[in-house]
């Protein structure tokens, strides 16, 4: 088992920004892929961004792509999710989720080993 626990969420206005961590533990933390996923109150858990083992693997759902950017600090075990230009569509429990596997889009739940507990983001219009 791997822990992993998100952090940062909150409430933002819409056209604000917040930035989420997620804390893995274990001593592999470079190997993994570790990704953003994201769920709101009826709706399937949906892949916003991922990253590789280099901060230069980065993948981003199409929704994403031009306001939030995924990052990772390896020597803090760390990945963040910076997230701007928020909408009230972004609004949902946002989980971290990490995997150790060959680079390529990872866009379905089922594809990660380990997940965290949820941190809720709330946009307010």
């Known amino acids: 088992q791997v822990p992993l626990v998100e952090s940062g969420g909150g409430l933002a206005q819409a056209g604000g920004s917040l930035r989420l961590s997620c804390a893995v533990s274990g001593r592999t933390f470079s190997a993994y892929i570790v990704g953003w996923f994201r769920q709101s109150p009826g709706k399937e858990r949906e892949f916003v961004a991922q990253i590789g083992w280099s901060s230069d693997l980065t993948y981003y759902a199409d929704s994403v792509k031009g306001r939030f950017t995924i990052s990772r600090d390896n020597a803090m075990n760390t990945v963040y999710l910076q997230m701007n230009s928020l909408k009230p569509e972004d609004t949902a429990v946002y989980y971290c989720?990490?995997?150790?596997?060959?680079?390529?889009?990872?866009?379905?739940?089922?594809?990660?080993?380990?997940w965290g507990q949820g941190t809720q983001v709330t946009v307010s219009s």
């Open positions: 989720a990490a995997v150790i596997g060959n680079w390529g889009p990872r866009v379905v739940p089922r594809e990660y080993d380990y």
